[in-house]
């Protein structure tokens, strides 16, 4: 993943409605995530706590959602829907052909885990 561009300004939000950014892992949600901060200027978070992404820029990947800071919070499981089922849902759709694909190519080089 490219470094992230600093030529917009982020900010946390203030009692943001939580709505679930979700997706089956590598169909673009990262990608999402980064379309999503530079149109709004709003941060996003996740649910997975990920150092590498922090590292990278995002920085509301570790904020806990109580906070309400975020935008979109990442997911890959159905099982935060189910404990928060009141917050909206972004669905991310992949073709699962080129899923396959994508998971045969970075299974076979070093690619790291968003």
Same mark, same amino acid.
Request: hydrophobic share 35%; charged share 20%; aromatic share 16%.
């Given at each position: 993943?490219?470094? *992230?561009?600093?030529?917009?300004?982020?900010?946390? +939000?203030? *009692? &943001?409605?939580?709505?679930?950014?979700?997706?089956?892992?590598?169909?673009?949600?990262?990608?999402? *995530?980064?379309?999503?901060? @530079? @149109? !709004? +200027? &709003?941060? !996003?978070?996740? &649910?997975?706590?990920?150092?590498?992404?922090?590292?990278?820029? #995002?920085?509301?990947?570790?904020?806990?959602?109580?906070? *309400?800071?975020?935008?979109?919070?990442? !997911?890959?499981?159905?099982?935060p829907l189910r404990i928060h089922p009141d917050y909206p849902v972004i669905a991310i759709i992949r073709n699962p052909a080129r899923y396959l694909y994508?998971?045969? #190519?970075?299974?076979? &080089?070093?690619?790291?885990?968003?």
């Amino acid at each position: 993943m490219p470094e *992230r561009s600093y030529s917009y300004k982020l900010w946390f +939000g203030l *009692r &943001v409605p939580s709505t679930w950014l979700l997706s089956f892992p590598r169909s673009g949600n990262t990608w999402t *995530r980064y379309l999503l901060e @530079a @149109a !709004t +200027g &709003v941060v !996003t978070g996740s &649910v997975y706590h990920s150092k590498y992404l922090k590292g990278l820029g #995002y920085m509301g990947e570790d904020d806990p959602l109580w906070w *309400r800071t975020s935008l979109v919070i990442k !997911t890959h499981s159905l099982l935060p829907l189910r404990i928060h089922p009141d917050y909206p849902v972004i669905a991310i759709i992949r073709n699962p052909a080129r899923y396959l694909y994508q998971e045969g #190519y970075t299974s076979s &080089v070093d690619s790291p885990s968003y």
